[in-house]
């Protein structure tokens, strides 16, 4: 994919998560229709903390919150790394994303990660139309 078309696909899944949030006040698709959050769940929160400079309170939110920021830089240069290495940062990104997120999920303290699928939007209305 041409640098320009992933830029413009970027661009349009921004939008429309801007327009989920502003317009229908979903803040995550994911977890408003599933009741279970998705894997980078917090990471908005995160960079909000970060913002305020608050490390602490970033890493709380979401111990990888550093690696958009990372993907960002390597994505101006993506032409220039070697298939071997990209096949291998985003191996190592999968992994570090599934690994914390079913280190949050399994651990019953985590308020951040949630698997309510009682609550999601899915449920409620296959609820509602059984109830009929």
Same mark, same amino acid.
């Given at each position: 994919?041409? &640098?320009?078309? @992933? %830029? &413009? ?12 949030? =502003? ?23 995160? +960079?909000?903390? =970060? !913002?305020? #400079? *608050? $490390? ?7 111990? #990888?919150? +550093? ?6 830089? !390597?994505? !101006? ?5 070697? &298939? ?8 190592? @990104? ?11 999920? #399994?651990?019953? @303290? *985590? @308020?951040? %990660?949630? $698997? ?5 939007? !899915? ?10």
């Amino acid at each position: 994919m041409e &640098k320009r078309e @992933t %830029v &413009k696909a970027i661009c349009i899944i921004a939008g429309f998560y801007l327009f989920l949030e =502003l317009v229908l006040g979903v803040t995550c698709p994911i977890l408003y229709f599933t009741g279970i959050s998705c894997a980078g769940c917090g990471m908005s929160r995160a +960079w909000m903390c =970060l !913002l305020h #400079l *608050d $490390f602490a309170g970033a890493f709380y939110y979401h111990p #990888l919150f +550093w690696i958009p920021g990372v993907g960002a830089i !390597l994505f !101006l240069f993506w032409d220039r790394i070697p &298939k071997k290495w990209k096949r291998a940062l985003l191996a190592v @990104t999968c992994i570090l994303f599934l690994g914390v997120y079913l280190w949050r999920m #399994l651990d019953v @303290t *985590d @308020t951040i %990660v949630v $698997f309510q699928p009682e609550n999601g939007m !899915l449920a409620k209305v296959f609820f509602h139309l059984i109830q009929k």
